[in-house]
């Protein structure tokens, strides 16, 4: 009788093993990019790179996940010369991100749920040490996943320009909403 447990629980923890799919994420192939406003419809944008992400993937569906990014890394990338120095500086300064004290970030997933072309996530965003929940899609296409998420910069203690926190700003107002555009690829 022994035997025939030992058979039945290799048979179903086998069938749990293969349907959950482990997958690190392609740091290569993978791309973020940051998208901020000021009041005045003037963009800036720019890119960053991953660290580190892995994914449990089980019937289809993301039950656990991290996505860490190296905020050293923040690009600009609608600027030359100087002003892309001076800019990026500014966002790595204290005013913005924090980078020398902060310089990673996160999204740690914690669930999903199947819609079409893709997967409804739910999750936790990291940024300068302040943690809070985000829901954001991301749809399959090919062999990657696209995904778009915009966050309040205000709830991460990220005040610089926000009419959040100061008043009569005027021209000079930044918008509190940063949007975050990826392209997953996975191993």
């Known amino acids: 009788m ?3 447990k030992y058979f039945l629980y290799l048979i179903c923890f086998g069938t749990f093993l293969l349907s959950a799919q482990k997958t690190t994420l392609n740091l290569e192939k993978s791309t973020l990019k ?9 963009t800036h944008y720019g890119s960053l790179q991953f660290k580190s992400g892995v994914v449990l993937f089980e019937n289809g569906l993301i039950t656990q996940g991290s996505f860490i990014v190296d905020m050293t890394t923040l690009s600009v990338e609608d600027l030359q010369g100087s002003s892309k120095g001076k800019l990026e500086g500014h966002l790595k300064s204290d005013d ?4 020398e004290k902060f310089n990673e970030s ?3 997933i914690s669930s999903s749920t199947k819609i079409p072309n893709g997967l409804s996530v739910s999750g936790i965003l990291t940024i300068k040490g302040t943690s809070h929940p985000i829901d954001f899609k991301m749809l399959m296409n090919d062999s990657s996943w696209e995904s778009s998420l915009t966050f309040d910069r205000s709830k991460y203690n990220v005040t610089y320009g926000s009419g959040s926190f100061f008043e009569n700003l ?10 975050l555009e990826t392209v997953l690829s996975f191993n």
């Open 170 to 179: 005027g021209d000079k107002l930044i918008l509190d909403s940063i949007k």
């Open 2 to 4: 022994t035997i025939i």
């Open 106 to 108: 996160s999204i740690v």
């Open 96 to 99: 913005f991100f924090s980078i």
């Open 34 to 42: 940051w998208t901020g406003e000021q009041i005045t419809s003037k």
